[in-house]
């Protein structure tokens, strides 16, 4: 069964501008969360999907949105971005939402890097 | 609201010297208890579920305990690509995400 698959691997930015990653979960997986990691926060949750629906959402600004496809494929955006953004931004699938107590996998990540 | 803390931040380990890390959390109704392993630059890798106190799991080297109040994750005779950052997550039983510790930064050395 493939993984978790995160695309673009890398990004390069630059301040006030706006980017899309995305993520395909495993194969049957209905939720999605995504996360930011950097050196000093360690891992923050953004936001999850679950069936197309947002489930729960992290202490982030506005300028930070996510959306779920019904073929389960999720999408995260950040407008106009700032230098604090560049992170490590990961996305993780499970079968049941969270409370679930099912396990999360997680994708290799995109780096994006804000200049 | 659900805390995680994992100790010690860092660990130096000679090849074949087995340890043991820590994962402290506070949660209002432990629904599960995540550890995961994940090299730089990439994304965890999934090690072990725990859900009750008492549970144990083991894979190779590794064998991960679950108490009331923590958990740990014992190291036999580790090897150098054992290598990694250790990072423990729970969950509650009221629809919240996984909350993250900060992650125990294991180097072993040969």
């Known amino acids: 069964k493939a993984g978790v698959t995160q695309t673009p691997r890398y990004l390069i930015k630059t301040r006030g501008q706006q980017v899309t990653l995305s993520c395909s979960p495993i194969?049957?997986?209905?939720?999605v969360s995504w996360y930011q990691q950097t050196p000093g926060q360690g891992l923050q949750f953004l936001f999850e999907y679950f069936s197309e629906t947002q489930r729960n959402k992290g202490n982030f600004p506005g300028r930070f949105s996510g959306r779920q496809f019904s073929n389960s494929r999720s999408e995260m955006n950040v407008s106009t971005l700032e230098l604090g953004d560049s992170a490590l931004y990961l996305c993780?699938?499970?079968?049941?939402?969270?409370?679930?107590?099912?396990?999360?996998?997680f994708g290799p990540g995109t780096r994006l890097t804000v200049l | 609201e659900d805390q995680v803390t994992q100790s010690p931040e860092a660990l130096r380990l000679q090849e074949g010297e087995s340890s043991s890390l820590n994962c402290s959390y506070t949660v209002s109704g432990l629904r599960g208890l995540f550890w995961y392993r994940q090299d730089p630059g990439k994304g965890p890798e999934f090690l072990f579920t725990?859900?009750?106190a008492g549970e144990e799991k083991e894979k190779e080297r590794l064998k991960a305990t679950l108490t009331k109040k923590e958990s740990f994750l014992h190291i036999t005779a580790p090897k150098p690509e054992d290598s990694a950052t250790y990072l423990c997550?729970?969950?509650?039983?009221?629809?919240?995400?996984?909350?993250f510790g900060p992650g125990t930064r294991l180097s072993v050395l040969p």
């Open positions: 997550a729970v969950q509650d039983n009221y629809g919240q995400n996984f909350v």
């Open positions: 993780a699938s499970s079968q049941g939402t969270s409370g679930s107590g099912d396990t999360q996998y």
């Open positions: 725990l859900y009750s």
């Open positions: 194969s049957g997986h209905r939720s």
